[in-house]
Nanobody
């Protein structure tokens, strides 16, 4: 059974930084594409970033490009999302996901429970 557990969310002022972590267990982590999505109440889940398993190619939503960085620490079965220059509109529940291929839609096989990120003005 694949399990994904996020951590690192919290409250930060606009312009600040946070690093989210997603720890994976129960799978051959190296073979999974990993993605980060976010969601606010009443809205669809939104793609944020993704990383492939084959060559660690990275993909970003236009809204976070240049501010967020996704990376993976293979030895620790963890994927990270470094978030800099945070804006109030980045406030959301952030979830990590794992799947067989990189997609920018929420069509991943496994999901974490999510971690709240709140950016104050």
């Amino acid at each position: 059974q694949v399990q994904l557990v996020e951590s690192g969310g919290g409250l930060v002022q606009a312009g600040g930084s946070l690093r989210l972590s997603c720890a994976a267990s129960g799978c051959t982590f190296m073979r999974f594409a990993m993605g980060w999505f976010r969601q606010t109440p009443g809205k669809e889940r939104e793609f944020v970033a993704a990383i492939s398993w084959s060559d660690s190619s990275t993909y970003y939503a236009d809204s976070v490009k240049g501010r967020f960085t996704i990376s993976r620490g293979n030895a620790k079965n963890t994927v990270y999302l470094q978030m800099n220059s945070l804006k109030p509109e980045d406030t959301a529940v952030y979830s990590c996901a794992a799947g067989t291929r990189v997609v920018t839609t929420p069509e991943y096989d496994y999901w974490g429970q999510g971690t709240q990120v709140t950016v104050s003005t």
